[in-house]
């Protein structure tokens, strides 16, 4: 069940066939082909006290043969998904939420003001980025789950005065949430819901609604370290064939992220006013340590051709509207203002929008696409780590032809050979090394 930040949830998509993406059998055109899910809102509760059944068919069965039939549905799941998880769209009201139409915050929090609602006040009024906020958002459903199953001195700690919180009732809401969880509670949820509590503590410090922060006193847990797994230089040539040949357009855009240097919010976030083609540069918006800040990213060689096709593409959708006297690489056709033209939109296409999609849609896609279908398990991210190890070793074997050099004018040599192979004893077992761990492009010739 997917949870939303406006109280209503849905359940996950099912595919029918659930085997269209592989089947080879004409039989299966003969199916009803089709979305399924349940949706959930508070509001509309008594109508649909089982959340309301959403079947989606958009014309896929319309089409006569397998390829086609495939493409629909995998457009008509990506839409479906962008419009629940980015636009917040109702399939009972057929309504999508406007941020202008968002509630305000209601009530002044004070030291009477009860736990729960205090963090969710605190956080509505705490400036911050808007993923990191929501991010904390979705745990406060965790924490009033387990403040209710605690009861204090007789009272329900999750509607006790916020100023009589104390660090011994926050260390026991964390121990239920990790009761609750089970086996998904590790050392580093326990840390990431302590930082999150601190971030609020600390805002409700300053608004006056209690004296001390309860998070003093509560440490960190150590826990094991996991080294990120990697993708193998084989196991990337299976990404890229298979992605190439399926999916084309995330195919591009994990190309164009391996060779990106950035974060995939980050790269989602760029517009076509943040890309210079010409001087091989864009720009990326990031967000660290509570600043942000723009900073230049190079457009390698090994991704400029990508990078040139979806500008392309851009373009077009610029050319197509340029009758409109309203539209500029800022607005919309018909001229609504703040929508921007993002180079990795619904499909991973340029498109206009309010904002950028949302990363986890990267996520979904890779575990879709690779995990389940590969059998592949180092996720996504992990292009960047491979790419940084790349890099690394390219440094070192520059140094070592450095050095080498060096030795060898030392020595009176004229050339490096009698170096490498009588004085650097241990050059082989190096350069061994380098080259089991090199990974020199995206999916490496064989």
Known sequence: MIHRTDGCRYSELNFFPSNWKTTTSSSSLKKIWRIEYTFYDPSMKDRYPNGKAVTIKGGINRAKDLSSRRQLMQYLIDVELDLLENQFYNPITKTILEKEAEKSREGVIDENTPFIKALELALESKVMDGEAKKDIKNKIPHIEKAARNIKYKG???????????????????LDEIGNNKGDRWTANNFNRYRTDLRTIFIELNELEAMESNPMDGIRKRKGIKKQRETLTSEDRKRVDNHLRENHYTFWRFARIFFHSGCRERELLGVTIENVNLKERWFKVMVKKDKESRWDKKAIEPGAYNLWKEVIAEADKLLLENRNNPNLSKSCVPGGKPGNLLFIFSEALKPMFRGGPIRQ??????????????????????????????????????KAIRIATKK???????????????????QSKDRLLKIKTKSKAHFAPEA
């Open 155 to 173: 009272a329900v700690v999750a509607d006790m005065p916020i100023s009589s919180i104390s660090r011994k009732l926050i260390r026991l809401v």
């Open 360 to 397: 986890e849609q990267i996520c979904r896609r890779w575990n879709n696409y690779v995990k389940r279908q590969l059998g592949i398990t180092a996720d996504f991210y992990s292009l960047k780590h491979s790419r940084t190890s790349e890099d690394i070793n390219s440094e070192v074997r």
């Open 407 to 425: 030795a060898a004018r030392k020595n009176g040599h004229t050339s490096t050979k009698m170096v490498e192979q009588i004085y650097d004893t």
